[in-house]
């Protein structure tokens, strides 16, 4: 039995809605998916609720929270979280107000360099969606012609450091990691292989996290063997999926990156 523990939806940055989503993964051959969409688990009940169409196939709650140290950011998933918590919506609903309030900034920076974005291009492209992610305006940007790719996006315009980029409300490290614990849930460090500090792992470490995403697309075969070392060594458990959002740059992911039940049934041990 195998699981993708690393998938967005609509409700974030994704493409797919929550049922899409469900009934992608099951038409791979995945025997459950854990729904992570940044700073939201307003997907997580509808997922839920339309897995119970296929025989056995699990959804299991999650979030992906971004962080921010040392001037590198630093993404944290949640496991199991106890998505329905008041403390839960409080959260997510100041995070996701940053975020509303980001994008529409880094509109105006745009359009301080001479590129054309209207607010109600962003409108549509969310779709009633409360949620604003960097992605939503990296789509514009290449269905106006500006750039070629959502990536060629981030790299000229959007990433940290670009000129239009804009920072937002975050939680720092520790206060996520207290969080999820909090929801009475597994705290794990995303996609370590592409942090540029190496020592932001060690901090998340003490930090208290519970386990490191070994396996993920960005992610070679040196990067897999020392993340699995890593976490032997602190006694973490390792995870993985395919980060899977839908854009056609990774359309082909969902199925291919995964972990299987026993890793499953180790973190629910943790708990």
Known sequence: MIFD???HTNLSDGIFSPEEVVSLAVNEGLNGIAITDHDST???EQAIQISKKFNDFIVIP????GCVHEDEEVHILGYFIDYKSPK???VSHKLRKSRWERGLNIIDRLKAIDIDISYDRLKQTLANNDYVGRPHIARILVEAGYVNSIQEAFNIYL???KPAYVERYRLDIRDT???IHELHGLAVLAHPGILRQKKIIDH???MGI??????HPKHNSDDVYYLIDLAKKYNLFTTGGSDFHGDKENENLLGRYYVNLNDILEMRERI
């Open 5 to 7: 523990l690393h998938v």
């Open 42 to 44: 307003s997907g997580i």
């Open 62 to 65: 999650g979030i992906e929270f």
């Open 88 to 90: 839960m919506r409080s």
């Open 159 to 161: 990433d940290r450091g």
């Open 177 to 179: 990691i207290d969080l």
């Open 204 to 206: 998340c470490i003490a």
């Open 210 to 215: 519970d386990g490191i995403e070994a396996i």
